[in-house]
């Protein structure tokens, strides 16, 4: 059964790093574009970072350009998001999420089919 397994949120003060792990079983993320997304209280999903299935390509989102980093381990088939200068507006939970295979990053949470079950991270003093 294919999952995604998030990890590695938690509070943390403004200006701190986190980094979250998204590790996938039952399928290679070589083939699989992923993208990390968050949901605050209230809120719709937000696409986030999306790392494409070759690894070549990454997007951000506008906010988080400069400190936010997404890459890969394929050897441990898991995802990472590299969260640095965290504001009080990051807070969320933080979900990562699988595309069709061979499909491009998407911004849509819609064209997402696999999902885990989520991180959450408070950024707080």
Known sequence: QVQLVESGGGLVQ???SLRLSCAASEFTVDY???GWFRQAPGK???GVSCISYSGGS???LDSVKGGFI?????EKNTVYLQMNS?????TAVYYCARRPRFYGCSGAAREYGNWGQGTKVTVSS
Do not use: N, Q, W
């Open 14 to 16: 403004p200006g701190g």
């Open 58 to 60: 990454t997007y951000y």
């Open 32 to 34: 699989y574009a992923i």
């Open 70 to 74: 997404i890459s890969r381990d394929k």
């Open 86 to 90: 965290l504001r009080t507006e990051d």
């Open 44 to 46: 719709e999903h937000e």
